[in-house]
């Protein structure tokens, strides 16, 4: 009993001792501006009309039109240049040890959780999106990548034993994985922070080096996280060009994507734009990830728990105003629950509250961060109450005159498949519903459509919700859950169809940032050498054929006998070959 109490004590001093030793890590200190600083701007308006001079990309907070300044348009020279020194600072990177690339990514995880107001307020006012939604989508799931990485990076980018198969029994075979040297990362504006340190925090686990060129209509916000990088870098032992940002336009992305000493490019957008970049990468052969556009189904049962899966739907559709790659953008919703679903989100969407992220009242909805996008959401929703749609909330343009790119919450009833909204990603607060009698319907208006992202299905019973989500076109499914399956960053992120091919995120994305290389050694060199035998060494003896073939019925064939007449066979071969050919000679005569 004694031993017993005495053990019990030691475990759980050591669990304590675990939970308390934390390995120091340093903190650095990053210069902040008065514009990342304050909550409220008293800058000039901007003004969408005037056109920005040559070299320039105008910045400005599209909840407030406040102007932010100016970034360089960079030309196609100055990205090949950054490429080429971050091929350089590759080199020296491929050779550090994961414990330095541990350190340069607690570094960045400490820096982000000491600092997570400033972040957010940067990535809100450079692309709209409240403060909250900058929490969700900016800092926390990024935090848990970085995690991820720390406690299973090593494991997975360490070499791997692989067998080395029946006739190689005496042989060891195994993967490597070797860092790609340089990644080209294209990424959009809806999260200007995950979106440069998503790809960032793997990529230099790896070994890498990598250039982000980032969204012409989210570059503001990169002074920050260009300094940040900057000072982690040289807190960690790194060089200095390890990680380079580009701003610019097409010029700089195509520079990017044809530059030979790019290794593999990750690019996120549209399709439209995916299809440019496989072209152009093709000219070069480099390897492309697409991460492409989402038309998220929704499905939603009539058993399913509505005061459980109406918050989903709600933040599946206005997180961030829906601009969002795995956005709830069709809910298809079974006719017995359909009347109380509708009644239960326009209750909730009519309380919204739409508004600039920064310098005022608490809002739930910010502002639409592309210029003109809300002229096309309304052409959508136009489209949808033409075809006999109708919006139960929201689905106008704000007043002329309003301050800001704003479009309402909408909620839309009575949609049919044939809607260009059921179509066409939408990329904005629009939530339309779709009455559908079965589950079988709803599988098959969730699967008639040019994407396959992401996917939710809800019901009370789980076996059904994955009877459903297993039919489902999709790259990612999530079981009475929405976008679950990011925050797991253990799962692979990416789509099928329009929405692109391979993947980034878990195992398969942090492996995908390098390329497998296959061993193949003695397993006891100083026991046992590979020779050929010497009747396949050239000039090859006349048995050579009969031997092979034997060899092969050896290893490979399903009976005793079969292996007894392949030992004869070999044995023949060595001692008397000859009688080997007069047989094969007189069987054929006959």
């Given at each position: 009993?004694?031993?017993?109490?005495?053990?019990?004590?030691?475990?759980?001093?050591?669990?304590?001792?675990?939970?308390?030793?934390?390995?120091?890590?340093?903190?650095?200190?990053?210069?902040?501006?008065?514009?990342?600083?304050?909550?409220?701007?008293?800058?000039?308006?901007?003004?969408?009309?005037?056109?920005?001079?040559?070299?320039?990309?105008?910045?400005?907070?599209?909840?407030?039109?406040?102007?932010?300044?100016?970034?360089?348009?960079?030309?196609?020279?100055?990205?090949?240049?950054?490429?080429?020194?971050?091929?350089?600072?590759?080199?020296?990177?491929?050779?550090?040890?994961?414990?330095?690339?541990?350190?340069?990514?607690?570094?960045?995880?400490?820096?982000?959780?000491?600092?997570?107001?400033?972040?957010?307020?940067?990535?809100?006012?450079?692309?709209?999106?409240?403060?909250?939604?900058?929490?969700?989508?900016?800092?926390?799931?990024?935090?848990?990548?970085?995690?991820?990485?720390?406690?299973?990076?090593?494991?997975?980018?360490?070499?791997?034993?692989?067998?080395?198969?029946?006739?190689?029994?005496?042989?060891?075979?195994?993967?490597?994985?070797?860092?790609?040297?340089?990644?080209?990362?294209?990424?959009p504006w809806n999260y200007p922070f995950h979106n440069v340190f998503n790809p960032l925090v793997a990529n230099v686990f790896a070994g890498n080096a990598i250039?982000?060129?980032?969204?012409?209509?989210?570059?503001?916000?990169?002074?920050?996280?260009?300094?940040?990088?900057?000072?982690?870098?040289?807190?960690?032992?790194?060089?200095?060009?390890?990680?380079?940002?580009?701003?610019?336009y097409g010029e700089a992305g195509n520079a990017l994507v044809t530059s030979p000493n790019v290794s593999k490019v990750v690019f996120v957008g549209s399709t439209?734009?995916?299809?440019?970049?496989?072209?152009?990468?093709?000219?070069?052969?480099?390897?492309?990830?697409?991460?492409?556009?989402?038309?998220?189904?929704?499905?939603?049962?009539?058993?399913?728990?509505?005061?459980?899966?109406?918050?989903?739907?709600?933040?599946?559709?206005?997180?961030?105003?829906?601009?969002?790659?795995?956005?709830?953008?069709?809910?298809?919703?079974?006719?017995?629950?359909?009347?109380?679903?509708?009644?239960?989100?326009?209750?909730?969407?009519?309380?919204?509250?739409?508004?600039?992220?920064?310098?005022?009242?608490?809002?739930?909805?910010?502002?639409?961060?592309?210029?003109?996008?809300?002229?096309?959401?309304?052409?959508?929703?136009?489209?949808?109450?033409?075809?006999?749609?109708?919006?139960?909330?929201?689905?106008?343009?704000?007043?002329?005159?309003?301050?800001?790119?704003?479009?309402?919450?909408?909620?839309?009833?009575?949609?049919?498949?044939?809607?260009?909204?059921?179509?066409?990603?939408?990329?904005?607060?629009?939530?339309?519903?779709?009455?559908?009698?079965?589950?079988?319907?709803?599988?098959?208006?969730?699967?008639?459509?040019?994407?396959?992202?992401?996917?939710?299905?809800?019901?009370?019973?789980?076996?059904?919700?994955?009877?459903?989500?297993?039919?489902?076109?999709?790259?990612?499914?999530?079981?009475?859950?929405?976008?679950?399956?990011?925050?797991?960053?253990?799962?692979?992120?990416?789509?099928?169809?329009?929405?692109?091919?391979?993947?980034?995120?878990?195992?398969?994305?942090?492996?995908?940032?390098?390329?497998?290389?296959?061993?193949?050694?003695?397993?006891?060199?100083?026991?046992?050498?590979?020779?050929?035998?010497?009747?396949?060494?050239?000039?090859?003896?006349?048995?050579?054929?009969?031997?092979?073939?034997?060899?092969?019925?050896?290893?490979?064939?399903?009976?005793?006998?079969?292996?007894?007449?392949?030992?004869?066979?070999?044995?023949?071969?060595?001692?008397?070959?000859?009688?080997?050919?007069?047989?094969?000679?007189?069987?054929?005569?006959?």
């Amino acid at each position: 009993t004694l031993a017993m109490y005495g053990s019990g004590l030691a475990a759980i001093g050591l669990f304590v001792w675990k939970v308390l030793l934390v390995e120091p890590v340093p903190r650095i200190k990053v210069e902040v501006t008065e514009l990342e600083a304050s909550e409220c701007l008293d800058t000039p308006i901007h003004d969408p009309s005037v056109k920005p001079p040559k070299g320039e990309i105008p910045c400005y907070d599209p909840g407030t039109m406040r102007s932010l300044g100016t970034m360089p348009a960079m030309t196609a020279d100055q990205v090949r240049a950054k490429v080429d020194r971050a091929k350089e600072a590759q080199k020296v990177w491929a050779k550090s040890s994961f414990q330095q690339r541990r350190k340069l990514l607690k570094i960045l995880q400490r820096y982000i959780l000491d600092n997570q107001e400033l972040i957010c307020r940067v990535a809100a006012r450079d692309s709209g999106k409240p403060m909250v939604d900058a929490a969700f989508g900016e800092v926390l799931v990024t935090c848990e990548k970085i995690k991820w990485i720390l406690n299973n990076g090593e494991k997975y980018l360490k070499p791997e034993t692989r067998q080395s198969g029946y006739m190689m029994m005496h042989k060891v075979a195994r993967v490597e994985y070797k860092p790609v040297g340089v990644m080209g990362c294209i990424v959009p504006w809806n999260y200007p922070f995950h979106n440069v340190f998503n790809p960032l925090v793997a990529n230099v686990f790896a070994g890498n080096a990598i250039v982000i060129k980032v969204s012409e209509y989210a570059s503001w916000s990169t002074n920050l996280y260009g300094r940040i990088i900057a000072a982690a870098l040289e807190a960690a032992g790194a060089p200095a060009d390890l990680v380079q940002i580009v701003t610019g336009y097409g010029e700089a992305g195509n520079a990017l994507v044809t530059s030979p000493n790019v290794s593999k490019v990750v690019f996120v957008g549209s399709t439209a734009v995916g299809r440019k970049v496989m072209e152009a990468a093709a000219a070069n052969l480099t390897p492309v990830v697409l991460e492409l556009g989402g038309k998220d189904p929704f499905i939603v049962c009539e058993d399913a728990d509505l005061n459980q899966l109406l918050p989903f739907a709600m933040r599946g559709t206005f997180q961030s105003m829906g601009q969002n790659c795995t956005g709830a953008e069709r809910f298809i919703v079974h006719e017995k629950m359909y009347d109380r679903f509708v009644e239960a989100a326009v209750k909730q969407v009519k309380q919204m509250r739409v508004g600039a992220a920064l310098g005022g009242d608490f809002v739930d909805c910010g502002a639409i961060c592309m210029p003109d996008h809300a002229v096309r959401l309304q052409a959508l929703v136009d489209d949808a109450l033409a075809k006999g749609a109708k919006a139960l909330t929201g689905g106008a343009l704000p007043p002329k005159g309003t301050v800001g790119q704003f479009y309402p919450p909408t909620v839309l009833v009575d949609v049919t498949p044939d809607m260009r909204l059921m179509k066409e990603e939408v990329f904005g607060p629009i939530l339309p519903v779709v009455k559908v009698q079965s589950d079988e319907e709803a599988v098959a208006i969730a699967n008639d459509c040019d994407f396959g992202l992401g996917s939710s299905v809800f019901s009370r019973s789980q076996a059904r919700a994955r009877r459903i989500g297993d039919q489902l076109e999709a790259g990612m499914t999530s079981l009475n859950d929405f976008a679950a399956t990011y925050m797991s960053q253990a799962l692979p992120f990416g789509g099928v169809k329009d929405s692109g091919f391979d993947r980034f995120a878990g195992v398969e994305g942090l492996r995908g940032c390098c390329h497998p290389k296959a061993v193949c050694e003695d397993r006891l060199p100083w026991l046992m050498k590979t020779n050929i035998p010497p009747l396949l060494q050239y000039p090859v003896s006349d048995a050579a054929f009969d031997f092979v073939a034997a060899l092969c019925k050896l290893f490979y064939g399903f009976s005793v006998s079969d292996r007894l007449s392949a030992l004869k066979t070999m044995a023949q071969c060595f001692l008397l070959p000859s009688s080997l050919r007069k047989s094969a000679t007189k069987e054929k005569g006959s």
